[in-house]
């Protein structure tokens, strides 16, 4: 089965903002280590919290107004919205 087709049940939108990181050509291998071991690695801790760590460890200030929601939370915002309320 396809896990791209059963990621999201609810309204696809997308996102009105995004981030971006850049490392240097000698940390290519920590990265790619670190994308292979992503899936085990967010079962200890979530993208949310381990993408703050980023935030801070580089320094970006952030308002937690503007940082991703899971799934779930932006769907019942979705409807609430829609819903006049």
């Known amino acids: 089965m ?3 087709a059963t990621f ?5 939108s997308w996102q009105e ?5 850049s490392y240097s050509k000698s940390h ?6 670190y994308i292979e071991t992503q899936e085990e690695h ?5 993208f949310i ?10 320094d970006v200030e ?3 107004r503007y940082i ?9 915002a979705f409807l609430r919205n829609a819903d006049g309320g």
Request: proline residues 2%.
């Open 68 to 76: 991703f929601q899971p799934v779930e939370e932006s769907r019942d």
């Open 17 to 21: 903002g995004y981030s971006a990181f």
């Open 42 to 46: 967010h079962k200890k801790k979530t």
């Open 8 to 12: 999201n049940n609810g309204r696809f």
């Open 2 to 4: 396809d896990k791209q």
């Open 62 to 64: 952030f308002d937690e």
């Open 28 to 33: 290519v291998m920590q990265v790619v280590k």
């Open 49 to 58: 919290d381990e993408y703050k760590t980023i935030l801070k460890k580089f």
